[in-house]
């Protein structure tokens, strides 16, 4: 089955950088996405990769994804106050018409 | 454009109650989701429609209803409101595949007692 899995919580300071982290079991994500969310708000596509790329950088955002463990990551350079927010990783598959799988959230706090 | 709207924000039902949460949407997308949101679980989705006329089932659709009358509305209709219905509710629309380039609306917050 599918299974989105990240960790609760990151604190970070203004200024430095924060890696937010996710794993997921489904080896045949066709893509794997980063989402936002503030407080009150919905969701906002941050970004995407295809499961065929290794890396994709955005301005200040890198995602990092490693197939053989099942691993994604996005990295925020120079984290902001305005960071601060619930960030989602989501994968899709192909073979499910493409409906999205959700993490549970990661909560940024970002420190002055 | 207004982008996805909601209404309303807030609401509390009493179990057995029935209500109906409206979505619109003025960007003419043909796709339409709505996704529930429990603490701690991510979204999951409910129903979608990929154009006017036609609704397909998500991962937990039992307890709601959908239709698709026009491309701009996609109500979500709640039967016989349970207890685990508590959420917050969104609506989405996609411009050009289902999922995946949603545009969200800012959420329903219902509250089942």
């Known amino acids: 089955g599918e299974d989105v899995e990240q960790s609760l919580f990151l604190s970070v300071r203004e200024g430095d950088s924060s890696v937010i982290n996710c794993t997921y079991t489904?080896?045949?994500?066709?893509?794997l996405y980063w989402y936002k969310q503030e407080p009150g708000a919905g969701l906002q596509l941050l970004t995407y990769?295809?499961?065929?790329?290794d890396m994709k950088q955005d301005q200040r955002l890198t995602v990092l994804l490693n197939k053989k463990d099942k691993h994604l990551s996005l990295r925020i350079a120079d984290t902001q106050t305005g960071d601060s927010a619930i960030y989602f990783c989501?994968?899709?598959?192909?073979?499910?018409?493409?409906?999205?799988?959700f993490g549970g959230g990661t909560r940024v706090l970002v420190k002055p | 454009n207004a982008g996805v709207t909601q209404t309303p924000k807030f609401q509390v039902l009493k179990t057995g109650q029935s209500m109906t949460l409206q979505c619109a949407q003025d960007?003419?997308?043909?796709?339409m989701s709505w996704y529930r949101q429990d603490p701690g679980m991510g979204l999951r989705l409910i129903h979608y429609?990929?154009?006017?006329?036609?609704?397909d089932q998500g991962e937990v659709p039992n307890g709601y209803n959908v239709s698709r009358s026009t491309t701009e509305d996609f109500p979500l209709r709640l039967l016989s409101a349970a207890p685990s219905q508590t959420s917050v509710y969104f609506c989405?629309?996609?411009?050009?595949?289902?999922?995946?380039?949603?545009?969200f609306g800012p959420g329903t917050r219902l509250t089942v007692t």
């Open positions: 429609s990929v154009g006017a006329g036609i609704t």
């Open positions: 989501a994968e899709s598959m192909e073979a499910a018409g493409n409906k999205l799988t």
């Open positions: 960007m003419n997308h043909e796709y």
């Open positions: 989405a629309s996609a411009p050009s595949q289902p999922f995946g380039s949603e545009y």
């Open positions: 489904d080896s045949s994500s066709t893509y």
């Open positions: 990769i295809f499961s065929n790329m």
